[in-house]
């Protein structure tokens, strides 16, 4: 995720992202077309402090250990529309430049990909969840993260 377009909080940022169409804060595009486009990325090997593995004092008590697999769940190429394939496709292969796995690169990240979330119908607000397990020395986990689109 591009951290400085992103609410984030504790340097990371969250799971869930609002942007109202066209808003140039968020909206890469800046155009007022029923959609809002943000760019989003991911990254390898980043100690997440909303996870568990902190101590009382907020420290953490393990390091990340090493990444073998990333696997995209969500969207799944095999989606109906060719658009939501396109999207899919260009995050796999962000995913496919990735270090050469298994890595315990620290902060790798993939390219930014640019996807697209349409409003719903009638105006309403549009959403898109992304999902990617990711398993590893500490055992399987779920990258996900949901963007809504608001009316302007």
């Known amino acids: 995720m591009e951290q400085d377009t992103f609410t984030a909080r504790h340097g990371l940022p969250l799971s869930r992202q609002t942007c109202h169409d066209g808003d140039p804060e968020c909206d890469t595009d800046g155009a007022i077309d029923g959609r809002c486009t943000s760019s989003v990325a991911l990254c390898l090997n980043v100690f997440d402090v909303r996870s568990p593995f902190l101590s009382r004092k907020g420290v953490p008590v393990c390091e ?25 496709t260009a995050i796999q292969a962000a995913l496919g430049a990735l270090p050469t796995l298994p890595t315990a690169l620290r902060f790798a990240c993939t390219a930014a990909v640019p996807v697209e979330i349409p409003l719903g119908a009638s105006g309403q607000p549009g959403r898109i969840t992304l999902r990617a397990r990711v398993d590893g020395a500490h055992g399987r986990a779920m990258a996900r993260l949901t963007l809504f689109c608001l009316p302007p």
């Open 64 to 88: 990340p250990g090493p990444v073998r697999r990333v696997t995209l769940v969500s969207p799944a190429r095999a989606h109906a529309t060719p658009w939501w394939r396109g999207t899919a």
